[in-house]
């Protein structure tokens, strides 16, 4: 049992927010197994999409190093070949893209009228044809059918899979399209969001991953509406990226975080890729109890400071701490 908020700090992290070790390991291996499988399907399955390998990527919170506990998902994009097809964007932001190679594999999956490629139908090959591929408990086309869930057998994670294109570089630019949900396609660029959080953690010496995993387990908690953890997590890396210096100690830095939370959740967050213009969705009630718990925090996390450096009482310290992140967090003693 810890005596000091340091030891109860690790111990925290060690048990309760970081991913193990081990978790992380083997779903890193079932990864790159899953990877190699999905990409011999183009030999393997008739009318299978012929696949970029070269383009394929992977992201989410995983690929970052910013997921807590529990390990629940992983996320992989497999880029198609486009084999001339070409895309366009109308006025209201709806993309689509055109086939015009019937001789294609991606002509099975046009609409009616045998030119735009429904997203859907593409989503419903890579479902039916990694089914036989690996031992998984099940496969689907998740609710908001923008990904196939396959979930593994014997463990707790499960992969989300994305297929996507990845257009022609203009001025040296370019990103991906993944399926939008509604049979079309929408903008991506997973290596924006690691490039820029990568850059952020190593400028204040690799401090940050533990503040932003931290912070997730706080948004998780039932004391407010929970927001995205991707919002979260880009509030955090745009304080740090305009912040001189990172302590190495989290309960230095921790009253400062809540304080940036608390200040960006009535503005505009913007999206580091330039696809939305706001990331922060929340309604007016939700950045309202955010706002209040993230104050309420930040004052708990300055008192719990005041405890340690000023009356050396460290059992009320972590207390205090406790009050914050709940009864997971360490005791005294």
């Known amino acids: 049992m810890p005596t000091n908020v340091n030891t109860a700090f690790n111990k925290f992290f060690d048990e309760i927010v970081n991913l ?3 978790d992380s390991r083997s779903a890193r291996t079932d990864r790159d197994n899953l990877r190699s499988r999905i990409q011999g399907l183009q030999s393997q399955v008739a009318y299978f999409p012929a696949l970029y390998t070269e383009a394929d990527i992977n992201f989410g919170s995983f690929a970052r190093k910013t997921k807590k506990r529990p390990l629940d998902d992983v996320d992989m994009f497999f880029c198609i070949k486009g084999n001339g097809a070409h895309y366009n964007e109308g006025l209201d932001g709806v993309i689509k893209i055109h086939v015009t190679d019937s001789s294609t594999n991606l002509y099975q999956f046009t609409n009616s009228d045998n030119e735009t490629l429904n997203s859907i139908k593409v989503l419903n090959k890579f479902k039916s044809s990694v089914e036989s591929v690996y031992a998984y408990r099940s496969s689907e086309v998740n ?6 869930v396959l979930k593994l057998n014997n463990k707790d994670w499960s992969f989300d899979i994305a297929p996507c294109f990845l257009t022609a570089s203009v001025n040296d630019k370019n990103f991906y399209l993944i399926p939008d949900g509604a049979g079309n396609w929408k903008k991506a660029d997973p290596r924006v969001d690691q490039e820029r959080t990568t850059r952020v953690n190593q400028k204040h010496d690799g401090k940050i991953l533990n503040i932003i995993r931290v912070m997730k387990y706080w948004n998780a908690r039932a004391t407010m509406p929970t927001m995205s953890s991707y919002l979260l997590e880009n509030i955090i890396v745009n304080y740090y990226e305009a912040a001189y210096s990172c302590s190495g100690y989290i309960d230095l830095e921790l009253p400062n975080v809540f304080q940036a939370v608390r200040d960006a959740v009535f503005s505009t967050v913007p ?31 300055v008192e719990a400071r005041r405890l340690e450096t000023v009356c050396s009482t460290h059992k009320e310290c972590i207390n205090k701490w406790r009050e914050i992140f709940g009864s997971e967090f360490p005791e005294y003693g």
């Open 20 to 22: 193990a070790t081990e």
């Open 143 to 148: 609710r908001r059918q923008e990904v196939v």
């Open 271 to 301: 999206d580091p890729k330039g696809f939305q213009s706001d990331l922060n969705d929340l309604s007016f009630d939700d950045k309202l109890k955010i706002y209040t718990r993230a104050g309420l925090d930040k004052d708990k996390a």
